[in-house]
T-cell receptor, first 114, second 111 residues
Framework: NAGVTQTPKFRVLKTGQSMTLLCAQDMNHEYMYWYRQDPGMGLRLIHY???????AKGEVPDGYNVSRLKKQNFLLGLESAAPSQTSVYFC?????????????FGPGTRLTVL | AQSVAQPEDQVNVAEGNPLTVKCTYSVSGNPYLFWYVQYPNRGLQFLLK??????LVKGSYGFEAEFNKSQTSFHLKKPSALVSDSALYFC?????????FGQGTELSVKP
């Protein structure tokens, strides 16, 4: 039982390049989330999904797109990377059945955009 | 809108002393509150949550949190700090299907 995994762990991009971050969970969770973490700002929600085939915008969605084609995977895409997207990205998932179920987090992806 | 605030960027404690990491909240309706811990270069780990009931909530690694409705606070506590407790701590509040996080508090426990 691996929990929540993220690929890749590190990445350096040049401005304008694109990339996709992959999140996978093996807990059969309905809900999945993408956050970014920046110093002094805590975690901010980018996009989330309440089930396979659904996505919704979070607090800071601009410049990102997501897809949830399979229940266990949640992809975060950057179409044209900008230096402001330099951050650590975390994926999380939680079970349905109650709004107070805790979220389980992946280990993070450290992205640098030059 | 739901929000939480962590008024201290950093808390320094000597090993063996009690520790408190502060969190205040602002919600409409019943608050669902959480504490998470992040060790260096790791993802967040769940510590404990308050849903309803007892105002003192016990969690992982000997941590507990006290919910105070009149002061709108949910402070994290531990009676005796360990050096290994040094980490970044986040308070969070449920907002629909999402979590709203505080800015985080860096806890440093010195031998």
């Amino acid at each position: 039982n691996a929990g929540v995994t993220q690929t890749p762990k590190f990445r350096v991009l040049k401005t304008g390049q694109s990339m996709t971050l992959l999140c996978a969970q093996d807990m059969n969770h309905e809900y999945m989330y993408w956050y970014r973490q920046d110093p002094g700002m805590g975690l901010r929600l980018i996009h989330y999904s309440v089930g396979e085939g659904t996505t919704a915008k979070g607090e800071v969605p601009d410049g990102y797109n997501v897809s949830r084609l399979k229940k266990q995977n949640f992809l975060l895409g950057l179409e044209s990377a900008a230096p402001s997207q330099t951050s650590v990205y975390f994926c999380a998932s939680r079970a349905s059945g109650g709004p107070y179920n805790e979220q389980f987090f992946g280990p993070g992806t450290r992205l640098t955009v030059l | 809108a739901q929000s939480v605030a962590q008024p201290e960027d950093q808390v320094n404690v000597a090993e063996g002393n009690p520790l408190t990491v502060k969190c205040t909240y602002s919600v409409s309706g019943n608050p669902y509150l959480f504490w998470y811990v992040q060790y260096p270069n790791r993802g967040l780990q769940f510590l404990l949550k308050y849903i309803t009931g007892d105002n003192l909530v016990k969690g992982s690694y000997g941590f507990e949190a006290e919910f105070n409705k009149s002061q709108t606070s949910f402070h994290l506590k531990k009676p005796s700090a360990l050096v290994s407790d040094s980490a970044l701590y986040f308070c969070a509040v449920r907002d629909g299907g999402k979590l709203i996080f505080g800015q985080g508090t860096e806890l440093s426990v010195k031998p």
